[in-house]
């Protein structure tokens, strides 16, 4: 057990080494990976609690695209400033309550394609295209192709398996 307990230490002792020498000859990428460490060990309850309103509004902005079948232009998203403003915290308390997700523009269109993925069960592939704002795309044929990167199948596809008798209405 007392190996056990000086292993760890001596552990701490040269990662902490390897910290301060990273930080002193500006090495980014290892500083910021033990940076993200050290902060998930600090995380407090209202971190806890600011991430899940952070995510719960991500979410509800990628649902609202999602009500108006009737676009014919791409939706607009919620960008991080929209987001810190009606939150209303600072860059820093985002960064330290997201500090293990992936960034804004990662959740963000995970939610989108998440919804678009059952907007295909009633609308048609070009519309929720534009619902989703093209979902951090370019245009249709990226959305399609981001789409299939994330669930495999095109939107089309999808559509045409939720909707075998409807599908010449893609």
Request: proline fraction near 4%; charge should be positive; aromatic fraction near 10%.
């Amino acid at each position: 057990m007392l190996s056990v307990i000086i292993v760890i230490y001596c552990i701490l002792i040269i990662s902490a080494l390897y910290y301060n020498f990273f930080k002193a000859i500006n090495y980014v990428r290892p500083v910021m990976v033990m940076d993200r460490l050290i902060q998930c060990f600090k995380k407090s309850p209202q971190q806890a609690l600011m991430k899940e309103k952070i995510l719960i509004t991500i979410s509800e902005h990628a649902a609202k695209q999602y009500l108006d079948p009737t676009l014919t232009e791409p939706a607009t998203k919620i960008t991080l400033d929209v987001l810190l403003k009606e939150l209303e915290i600072s860059v820093n308390t985002y960064k330290l309550a997201m500090v293990d997700q992936e960034t804004f523009h990662e959740l963000r269109r995970k939610e989108i394609f998440k919804y678009a993925a059952e907007a295909l069960k009633y609308h048609k592939v070009h519309t929720v295209a534009l619902m989703a704002g093209y979902g951090g795309t370019t245009g249709p044929r990226s959305f399609t192709e981001m789409f299939k990167k994330i669930y495999n199948i095109t939107p089309s596809e999808l559509k045409r398996k939720h909707n075998p008798l409807n599908s010449c209405s893609i």
